[in-house]
């Protein structure tokens, strides 16, 4: 028996690794137009199985999957019976596409165009990033990384219906010099939970409305607003601290940019790659499919 028969390592690496791989190598030659070559084979590959090369790389990578944990070395019989699986293998993909297994099989479908997207983001990622291009990137989107302003607020919500009484009793005790935690803790029972620092002004709007959040505009930095009505009450709120919208520089979120540049690179590279694909190839669509 071959040492590689009962080799359960090299059995999930052929059937998990080579198969889907394989397919997708394979559907990426037959979308290309790729015919039967009649060159000499190139130095890189080790056998043709029609017109797929089977490279010295595949080989090694299957002999080194195979040998993993082992103590005793390959020889050349062992590395001649692995080198009959990768061809079995070629066969075999081959035989599936004829047989539109790439077309019926969903998740086989699903793992061959993840497999050629993946090819075309590494290709896209292997490019280097010109400091040009990515410095006019940076000024174009100057609004995507810029620093919100924030604010950090206290705030006392009274409802409409206890108003009267509430709001007198709020005013005596702040004209009597009441700490503003204290004010929170005594008024503001019926005050949505707001967290204990600073918070983007729209975030800050998902917890008291928009009616309050005008009146931090003109709000300084230790200072009760005055009575804010909305439609179901009236606020107070109290400006802790804030920090004002600013643009870094591109040196202080270097990083950033350049994610945000790559992902959008990718993403034009395979729409690209798309778009060349439906130009070489004939597509039709009924009378009646939409538009």
């Known amino acids: 028996m071959s040492v590689i028969d009962d080799h359960p390592r090299w059995r999930r690496w052929l059937l998990l690794g080579g198969i889907v791989g394989g397919l997708a190598l394979a559907s990426l030659s037959a979308l290309t137009g790729g015919a039967p070559s009649q060159t000499a084979m190139p130095p890189g590959a080790v056998a043709r199985v029609g017109d797929v090369m089977i490279l010295r790389a595949d080989l090694v990578r299957a002999v080194n999957a195979v040998s993993a944990g ?15 699986r990768l061809i079995e293998e070629e066969l075999l993909i081959q035989r ?47 609004m995507r990384f ?27 005790s702040l004209s009597g010099g009441a700490a503003a935690q204290d004010l929170v803790t005594a008024f503001g029972q ?6 204990d620092g600073l918070l983007p002004l729209q975030k800050l709007k998902d917890y008291i409305g928009p009616a309050p959040l005008t009146a931090l505009e003109t709000l300084k930095t230790g200072q009760w607003s005055d009575w804010i009505e909305d439609n179901d009450g009236l606020w107070r709120l109290y400006l802790v601290n804030r920090t004002r919208a600013r643009t870094p520089e591109l040196s202080s ?39």
Not at 103 to 116: F, G, I, P, Q, Y
Not at 190 to 195: F, I, Q
């Open 253 to 291: 979120v270097r990083d950033q940019v350049e994610a945000a540049y790559r992902d959008e690179r990718d993403d034009a590279q395979l729409r690209a790659y798309i778009e060349r694909l439906k130009r070489g190839a004939a597509i039709e669509l009924s009378a009646d499919a939409p538009q």
């Open 146 to 172: 810029s620093r919100p302003a924030r604010a950090h607020v206290r705030a006392v919500f009274i409802p409409r219906t206890e108003a009267k009484d509430r709001m007198a009793a709020f005013d005596a």
């Open 190 to 195: 019926n005050t949505p939970p707001l967290p």
């Open 70 to 84: 082992r103590r005793n070395v390959l020889n050349d019989t062992d590395k001649a019976a692995i080198l009959q």
């Open 96 to 142: 599936a596409l004829d047989m539109g297994l790439a077309h019926e099989d969903t998740a086989l479908r699903n793992a061959l165009v993840s497999a050629v997207t993946k090819d075309i983001i590494a290709r896209s990622r292997a490019k280097p990033i010109s400091p040009v291009r990515l410095r006019d990137y940076y000024f174009k989107n100057k």
